[in-house]
């Protein structure tokens, strides 16, 4: 199997990208791409922001923003600031800000923000922890499931996941 990083953007992927964030008006410094034929196995790690259109298998780390495109699979567990995901996902996520699931999106896993907001059409299969933005800064890619729990006890959050039915979430 081969393993490349493309340090080149072509145009079009670009656009396609980020579509995502002019839809949103977020911006970020997109300088990884994982082009639509290209898949990537390990730890993914970046200081600013990836977009995914190919395949990702392993974990990423994202100091920046996370873009998962329409053609985007990833098959990981992601640690990011903001993420847009149109793709698919498993995995878990931890994302600091904001988590936007567009309607192309499919997510099987647990998700931690302070921000989220889902498209309708998204199918989103795990639970959801809402945490404050303070306590999501506190959070760095090395701390554990421990270390949540002990910040929910803190903030008097609850730790078990509490299930909501699609058609009363105001997301």
Known sequence: MERIIIPFMSPPLIESSMSLFKKNKTSSNLDTLIGNKTIFEG???SNEGI???GTVKGKVECKGSVV???EGKVMADIIAENAFIGGQVDGN???K???EITSTGRVVGNIETS???IAEGVIFEGSCHMISEKSATDI????SKNTLKQIAKKEKVPTKPQI???SRCFC
């Open 43 to 45: 730890v993914l790690t």
């Open 51 to 53: 977009s995914i259109e």
């Open 68 to 70: 998962v495109g329409k």
């Open 93 to 95: 996520m931890k994302i």
């Open 97 to 99: 800000k904001r988590l």
């Open 115 to 117: 921000s989220l907001v």
């Open 140 to 143: 760095s890619p090395a701390d």
């Open 164 to 166: 909501v039915e699609a």
